[in-house]
């Protein structure tokens, strides 16, 4: 127990300090750092359009940061989750462009399964790299990323091309596209919050009430002392991106199906690469990461209000990266305090 409020007190501690010291910056500029954070607040859920706008950009933050944290627990650094959300929306695309003559209940999950196994199999690439060459899973990620973009850029502009201005692929089949919760005006929320946060539930039974679970968070923790009790490292690890991997291309799914529908260029647009920071916030913690990917929803959708008195929407990323380094250093000081314990 007291460990579980922690956990929620050091990232709720850290969002504070992070407003207050926020705060001071929008006070130096002449602005009224309360009225700012009202506005922001209130651009983020003051209406039932903000809501929807929040919610949408919360649903893939979700399923990012569920890949980063995931691959953190296993000990693996997956910094490719941008390249492995692109993949996934881009297979799906691909094929559910085809599946008109399908019934909802078939192309939705037909197409999430395609999406989270391209994902899946991309991650494993570099999964397979690691377990047997030892190559580090950051540097063969990074590369993955790039290969998608210029693979993604292919495709859009050659087979997958239709009609003109940004490049994009054809609109995915009406069966294939995701059912809509709630709309106001041209905005739309589809049932993609509902997959995301199913995922994220499903992730912290599985990392906590199955032997899987156990073994890849066991190796996560200390290969040496898992192999030596049985468990295979190299199976793990590359399970442990394939999973990752699976969870960044239903990212993208949901943003294909409930979003855009159809592929573009620009489809994933930095939210791989969000998911680290929303795993840190979340504390690894699959429940810790829906709210951790709601208040950078949150966040991006407020600070557009926010502009109109004069603030900067980039304050948001300076509350965000006051977050993680408060965060990272609660880690960081827990580890050298844990060293010196065991030293003595």
Known sequence: ??????????????????????????????????????????????????????????????????????GFRAGVFNIGAEGQM???????????????????????????????????????????????????????????????????SFMVTGPLATGSGTPKSPEIAQSAQLPILMRVGAMELSAGILISIAAAVFMYVFLNKTTTGYEIKAVGFNPYAAEYGGISVAKNVVLA???????????????????????????????????????????????????????????RTGSNEMQFMGVSKYIVIIVQGIVIFLVAADRIVKAIYARKKVKE
Request: charged letters at 10%; zero cysteines; a positive charge.
């Open 241 to 299: 991106m394939a999973i990752s991997g699976a969870l960044a291309g239903l990212a993208g799914v949901t943003e294909l199906m409930g979003v855009h529908h159809r592929f573009l260029g620009e489809l994933s647009g930095g939210k791989g690469f969000d998911g680290i920071s929303i795993a840190l916030i979340g504390q690894n913690n699959p429940i810790g990461i829906i709210f951790a990917a709601l208040l950078i929803g949150a966040l």
């Open 1 to 70: 127990m007291k460990k579980l409020l922690e956990s929620i007190a050091v990232p709720v501690l850290a969002v504070l300090i992070a407003l207050l010291i926020s705060g001071f910056i929008i006070l130096a500029i002449g602005k009224n750092p309360i009225k700012a954070y009202g506005v922001l607040l209130h651009g983020a859920f003051g209406s039932k359009q903000a809501i929807i706008d929040t919610l949408i950009k919360t649903t893939p933050l979700i399923l990012t940061g569920l890949a980063v944290g995931f």
């Open 86 to 152: 692109a993949m996934g929306a881009l297979m799906a695309a691909t094929f559910a462009s085809n599946f008109g003559g399908l019934p909802p209940a078939v192309a939705i999950p037909l197409t999430m399964l395609i999406g989270m196994g391209a994902g899946a199999g991309w991650a494993a690439i570099a999964g397979f790299l690691k377990a047997k060459t030892g190559a580090h899973e950051v540097v063969t990620t990074i590369m993955l990323n790039w290969i998608t973009t210029y693979v993604a």
